[in-house]
């Protein structure tokens, strides 16, 4: 049995990689591990050349991934959450994906499983993956999501920025609460004379979020790594 992990963050040893290779590392199986920044792996383009064989005829590097989900039992995509969305680079590759639809839906029946990491709406993406990889015809065992390092914490200007994540992702921006105080508690310290979009005035306490430091996150995506095992194996005896 094999269990293919696909990261769609451009950061050197992102959280999202570290999370992907957890839940591939819990599996106990096989398993092959993808960083698409790594790749030139561009978006569909809709030219209908995959229609009567399911192979995209884009000649860019997803000619040497194509073998790797069609041998893959299990899947486990991962994203980080770029202005509320997936990264372009995992978008480019759950729309390559298409390839697999036409009559076969060669994508049916894989075992699949989502991660995503982000600093408001990597619930949001959580929830698109986990979709996207169903519409795929996967039996997905479950999704997780997690908060990572905002960007503007390694940027020079973060803490003066009146643009700064958690100001784009305030209240008085976004019309929701994100909840920046409670989630980067000992991480971000607001000041009260910030005004988002007029006057940044912030204190970066810690600069990274690691998620090796936080057990229930790293629970969680052991908990998926075991739940594709045993849905695997539950099929391999028959069970299912």
Known sequence: MYVLGVSGS????ANTDKLVKTVLDSTGLETAFVKL?????????????CVKTN??????????IYPMVMKADAMVVGSPTYYGLPSAFTKAFMERLYAFRHVNLLTKGKVGAAV????????????????VMAFSGMDVVGTMSAKGTPCCFVCEPGETCSYAAWNLYSPEVSGMDFGWKENYKGYLEILSDNVPYKKGSAKILKQFRNVDDEPKVLARANELGQAIRKKLTDRDNGKI
């Open 37 to 49: 920044s790594d790749l030139d792996i561009g978006p569909c383009r809709a030219c209908m050349g």
């Open 10 to 13: 451009p950061t050197r040893n």
């Open 55 to 64: 192979k995209c005829v884009v000649k860019d590097d997803f000619q040497n």
């Open 116 to 131: 995503a990491v982000g600093c408001a709406a990597e619930k949001d993406v959580e929830a698109w993956l986990g979709k």
